[in-house]
């Protein structure tokens, strides 16, 4: 077993892992944080995107022991219990970009992360191309790229970022 400490949307989290324990099993079996979701193992859809050090990552091929001594940003994180929702989950919620929902806590971490890298202003062709490694089996897309665009432009204007 390996011990690490890390911090988890804010708060302190000491635990000791299997060093082969996935980042995405530590999240959803340890802390019971299931926003992530598994729908691949293999880092071909992007449901499991959270943040380490503030930088998008598939947690289903980090290693628990990896996010030691970082800190770990997931779903349940952007917004505060009781507290409005992100403005990219409220772009999502506004703009329809979501059906059945396993894809979007994933694209709407990489979203977050696509603002933080590239600015408030993207163009549809921008948000395409970042969202290459996340996949959506029920959307064409359109609405999903509609809400990205909306939830950074509306992140200019928020004190949450």
């Given amino acids: 077993m390996a011990k690490i400490s890390l911090i988890v949307n804010g708060n302190p989290v000491t635990a000791n892992v299997d060093p082969r324990t996935l980042l995405v099993q530590f999240l959803r079996e340890n802390l019971r944080l299931t926003g992530t979701h598994v729908g691949c193992d293999t880092s071909q859809c992007g449901a499991c995107v959270v943040h380490l050090d503030g930088k998008a990552v598939k947690s289903c091929t980090t290693l628990a022991v990896m996010a030691d001594g970082h800190e770990v940003t997931t779903i349940e994180g952007l917004a505060a219990d009781g507290a409005p929702l992100h403005p990219m989950q409220e772009a999502f919620r506004e703009h329809h970009g979501l059906q059945c929902g396993f894809c979007t806590p994933g694209m709407i971490m990489t ?21 290459e490694g996340n996949l959506c089996r029920c959307t064409g897309y359109q609405n999903i790229v509609v809400s990205i665009a909306a939830g950074a432009k509306a992140m200019a204007n928020s004190d949450r970022s």
């Fill in 111 to 131: 979203a977050v992360d696509m603002v933080h890298r590239k600015g408030h202003d993207l163009s549809d062709e921008t948000i395409r191309e970042e969202l």
